[in-house]
């Protein structure tokens, strides 16, 4: 009974090893957290010269 218990448990961690399906989630979730890190830093460091440019618009109009 303990070596079938065994090899349930090697076929159960070998078939676990071979799905990558939750590693590629893990990986595009990775790219899209550091896409959004590049976006808000661009953002804050563009921020003020757009307010700028959006006040300079609205005093022109």
Known sequence: ???LNNLALRA???SL???LQGVT???YGLIAGLIA??????LTALGGSLSNLFN???TSL
């Open 17 to 19: 090893i071979s799905d």
């Open 12 to 14: 159960h961690v070998k």
């Open 1 to 3: 009974m303990k070596k």
């Open 56 to 58: 300079s618009v609205s």
């Open 25 to 27: 989630a893990i990986e």
């Open 37 to 42: 890190v590049v976006i808000i830093g661009a």
